[in-house]
C-alpha cells in the first residue's frame, strides 16, 4: 500500500515544490507592496477567462482555455499597472479588492449561463492537484524557471518598486511600465498555476512561505531559504495526511499551511517571554549560585 500511496503522490508532491519555488518568492514583493490580495484577484481574473472559454465549449484542460484566461489576465495586469500612482490618493489595495469581486461576480454570470457551471467554478477554486502528471510538472518547472531567469534580469527595478518606490521615482524609472511588468509576469504564474492547483491553494503558496521568512530572518537570502524550506516541509506534511487520512489534497494543504503559520506565530510570540524568564532565573540568588558545593 505504501508503494501505490507514494505513487499517486510523487507528481503532485514534485508540483508542490514547482509551485513553492516561485510562489515564495514572489510572496516578498508582494508583501512588500501591501497589495497581499493582488494574487487572488489575478487567479479569479484568470478563473474568468477559463469560464468565459469554457461557456464556449473549450474544457479546462485545453490551450484554449489557457489562452484565455491568460489574455484576461495581461489586461487585469494593465488595469492593476495604470491605477499605480505615485500620490496614493486611493489604496491601490483597493482596487485590486473592486478587480476581484467583479471577476469573481462575473465568472459566476458566465458559470450561470453552463449547464455544468457550479462543477467548474469548483475545479477552479480547489484545483485538481492529485491528477497531475510528468509532462505537465516538467512544462510548468520550465515556464516558471524561465519567469525565475526574467525577474532576476530585472531584479533592481522589481525590488526597488517594491521596497521603496519613492526612491524609484526620483531615480527616473517608468513605474507603470515596470509595474506592468511585474504583474504580467505574475499573472503567467497565476494563470498556469491556477488550472493545476486552484485559487486557494496558489494564494496559499503566495503569502504564508513568505510570512514565514519574514517572521524568521532579516535579509532577503535567508527569507527565500526558509520560505522556500517552510513551502517544502508543510507540502511533505499535507501530502502525507491527505494520503492517510483520505482528504482533498489541495484543501489540506491550505489548512496545512494555515495552522502551521498559527503554530509559528505562536512559538514567535512566546519566545520572548521564555527568554526573559530564564534571564530572571539567572539574576535570582538561586540561579546566581554562592560558589558553595
Known sequence: MSSDLLALMWMPFLMCLVLTGI????????IAREVVFVDIALAQIAALGATAAFLFGFELETWQSYAAGLAFTILGALVLALTRSRRRLVSHE???GVVYAVSAAGAVLLADR???GAEHLRGMLVGSILSVRASEVLKVA????AIGLFHWLCRRPFFLISTDPDAAYREGWRVRLWDFL???SFGVVVTSSVRIAGVLLVFSYLIVPALAGILLASRIGPRLAVGWAFGTAVSVLAMV???VLDLPTGATVVCAFGLSLLVLGVVIALRPRALGAAALTGLSPAGRGDGRA
Open 241 to 243: 495526511a491527505s494520503a
Open 114 to 116: 453552463s449547464p455544468h
Open 182 to 184: 511585474f504583474y504580467a
Open 23 to 30: 510562489h515564495a518568492y514572489l510572496g516578498f514583493h508582494v
Open 94 to 96: 483597493a482596487v485590486i
Open 142 to 145: 520550465a515556464l516558471y524557471a
